[in-house]
């Protein structure tokens, strides 16, 4: 069992150190209908997708169990929770990336949910996986903002988000995950990804305003360890296709 609950970030770690890769798909359960999911797993399967993240700002609609158990039955990638609070807990997935959102100062993001999800997450076999989580501005109100009623960082200010970023490093996360928001304008910039990647030691997770396969190569090539995308897979039935 201990084995078990290494392996995901250990997975992204052995990938880092070997110049490797990854993405996720991010489902938004309020955004899918499970009429639907039998054609959207068949596109992830068809995808280089080599994680698949489940959760959104706020999930309202009842299907994250079943969608989470249709996942783990269809496809054979990791399910990682991605959730806005502890209410989008399952035991059904492999894992949680454990989120405070370090951009911010709203303290029921940086430790308040973390209380109340805590002793839910002792009760599971969930590999929990700190992430410190950092929203930069991108040029629109993003459901993050909205929800935590929290400001991003200025996308212009890279030292802020440097410091952000190894702020969370030296707190312990093992991930740090720079987030333009569901919907962004523009995605998180690549000179703050190139700074951060080449300043911390952690693995570095970009997402948010990622409409295509050159924004996916672009994040990579600046320092991006894993790109998640979301939006714009669900709404392009060919957005691996050259």
């Known amino acids: 069992m201990e084995q078990k609950l290494l392996t995901i970030h250990q997975q992204i770690l052995d990938a880092k150190k070997k110049g490797q890769k990854l993405l996720a798909i991010l489902l938004d359960p309020d955004k899918i209908l ?5 054609r959207l797993i068949e596109k992830i399967n068809q995808s280089p997708a080599t994680h698949i993240f489940v959760g959104g700002s706020i999930v309202q609609n009842n299907i994250l169990e079943e969608l989470i158990a249709e996942l783990k039955q269809k496809t054979n990638l990791p399910v990682i929770l991605f959730p806005g609070d502890p209410s989008q807990i399952s035991s ?19 430790i308040e949910y973390q209380v109340q999800a ?8 969930l590999e929990v996986i700190s992430t410190g989580y950092i929203l930069i501005e991108s040029g629109n109100e993003t ?17 802020l988000a440097l410091a952000t970023a190894q702020a969370g ?9 720079l987030e333009a928001g569901s919907g ?6 690549l000179e703050m990804i190139s700074l951060i990647a080449q300043n911390i030691e952690i693995p570095v997770i970009v997402g948010g ?17 894993l790109v998640v995308i979301g939006t714009a897979f669900e709404n392009d039935s060919h957005f691996f296709e050259l």
């Open 118 to 125: 805590a002793p839910i997450l002792k009760k599971t076999n």
């Open 92 to 110: 059904k997935a492999d894992g949680i990336l454990f989120l405070s959102l370090l951009s911010g100062r709203n303290p029921d993001y940086l």
């Open 184 to 189: 962004a304008k523009k995605p998180v910039p």
């Open 143 to 159: 459901a993050v903002a909205r929800v935590s009623k929290t400001e991003p960082l200025n996308r212009e200010n890279l030292d």
């Open 209 to 225: 305003g990622i409409v295509d396969l050159h924004g996916i190569k672009n994040a990579y090539n600046a320092g991006a360890d």
């Open 169 to 177: 490093e030296m707190l312990g996360n093992k991930l740090i995950y």
């Open 34 to 38: 499970l009429e639907n999911l039998g």
